[in-house]
């Protein structure tokens, strides 16, 4: 691919689209695919010699299992996956129907489908654009940026390649603190200060240092609810999702506790709830919402999402003849290079993926995390 003097995002998501991401289909089909089809006949089994269904019925058709449950002394609301996962310890044949359907909505979408897109070289393609409120790049046609960890994990490089990622670091929160001009947020960051740590120390009335592993994971989780606007319930409810032993009183503590602390915080998500425009970093501003938390989401998403951008075409400049850039996740990029010369790739990335954000981010420090694979 020719470069042109002047790099842009474009010829970005056309090297994404012309590229593609190396998939390991042979690996997938017999790690996953195979596995999968084998439990699904089990599962099939299984509910057809426990409620004697007529071999003529379709475990795809709800009415037909519901008559089969009735008759077998069930009385199930919905055959719907989120019933059918409240309810799969009540009886093993909830919980065999849960796996069933869980396993043929995954087929359905990551099994033949998939395999089926995948071009003779071994290559996904998706399109990409940055048309998205906040300036994100998305991928469809597959929607590479969100396919589950058990098919992502079959991304990779090619033969003699390979794949270099760079992650960045906190980046919203980073974000946020120069947006909100928090001076406990930045000082933070600025001294190397584990921030889910400090947030969980702020909630549990305890020094950042003595925080256990549980401590942290819950001070992560009220960081990244919080900045995106979530109430005391809202909170509530993902805390529960980690398995926090907590109250709703609690989350309306930590809630309280959040903002005493971080008051820069609570003043900005104030003043720009009110706002009708918002402002993100480097002239970026929106107008149009379609709901209140967008006021929230928008500068930060919209922000990191420049951000990520300047870095993109830092890096795509820079590229040597047989490198490319194979994929973009949020704030994530793969760089794909000969494996011969992968301290050079890793170098270019990292510098890159620094000086763009940089432009953006001025305040607080720019990190990282390289991986190589």
Known sequence: MAKSTVSTIEDVLTMLEEKGIHFNSSSYEHDVLRPM????????????????????????????????????????????????????????????????????????????????????NSYLHGHWSTDTATGRLKCSSPALQSFPPSVSKYFGAPPGFTRITGDYSLIELKILAQLSHDPVLMHAFNEGIDIHSQTAGIVFGKDHRAITTVERKIGKKINFSIIYGAGSESLFANLKKENALLTLEDAKQFRNSFFSTYRGVAQWQNNVLKSTIVHGLSGLSWSTFPSLNCHLNYPIQGSAAAGLKLALILLYKN??????????????????????????????????????????????????????N
């Open 37 to 120: 089809n084998q439990e699904q006949e089990a599962l099939r089994v299984h509910v057809f010699d426990h409620l004697k269904l007529n071999k003529n019925t379709s475990l795809d058709n709800d009415t037909d299992v519901i008559w089969g449950l009735y008759r077998g002394g069930y009385k199930p609301n919905s055959l719907n996956l989120e019933y059918l996962k409240s309810v799969r310890t009540q009886a093993d044949i909830f919980d065999v129907l849960y796996r069933y359907k869980k396993n043929r909505q995954f087929l359905k979408q990551f099994g033949l489908k998939l395999l089926n897109q995948v071009d003779s």
């Open 319 to 372: 590229l040597k003849p047989g490198w490319y850039i194979s994929h973009c996740v949020h704030d994530e990029i793969q760089l794909i290079v000969p494996t011969t010369d992968v301290l050079q790739g890793q170098k270019l990335l990292n510098d890159a993926m620094v000086t763009g954000m940089e432009i953006i981010l001025t305040d607080v420090p720019v990190e990282l995390k390289i991986k190589i």
